[in-house]
């Protein structure tokens, strides 16, 4: 398990901030584990949310192969892994939908209080959502799009591999993820995030600061490129 109180050292930056880092600290990270395509996020205000991925995958344009007490069960057990350790944690979920991807709408009102009452801080989806105005306060959401019907909508399966925008998700991966997107961060290389933000950000400043001056020219921001250099 990691420090809690890393993980909230890791909510104070945003998700392309994290991935910068990760470019120092896991360069070979730096074409894969984070979302490639849009997701829709109504709620561009909150937080950036930390927590371990809870992975599920869900269908939406026929009805569900299980019925009755079957069907019930399979969404308590799926309850209980969301709740289950590690926590905190943010459901990540596939739809499998293909060419009809967002068919049906599995996240709404109910889904999103449930889930927060559950402990969770979010969804990272590429199916849709719906339910904006009644959505669960303060649970970050990023979908494919937004849709008004759930149809068929049902769960496929649970705790297995998914692939969401773009990004490959194992259960228990730990996720950050804002209003830009999500990323993976290897629990191997997770503490070394902090330092690795606080020097991209002094780097940063050098040429920030020049550039909002007046006069700021060409010349002035090779000068801000070599003082780069010099910090470590």
Sequence with gaps: MLDPKLLQTLRTFDTPTICNALEIVAPERRATGFTVRPLVCPFPDLPPIVGFAKTATIRATHAHELTGPKARDQRINYYEYMASSPTPGI?????????????????????STVHKALGLQGVVTDGCIRDIPQWAPGF????GSIAPSHAHVHLASFGQEVRVAGMLVRSGDLIHADRHGAVVIPEAVAAKIPAACDLLARKEAVILDMARKPGFTVAKLREAFSQQDDIH
Aim: glycine share 20%; hydrophobic share 50%.
């Design 140 to 143: 970050q959401a990023l979908a």
């Design 91 to 111: 459901c990540v979920i596939q739809d499998l939908d293909g060419g009809d991807i967002g068919f049906g709408a599995f996240w709404g009102e109910v889904q």
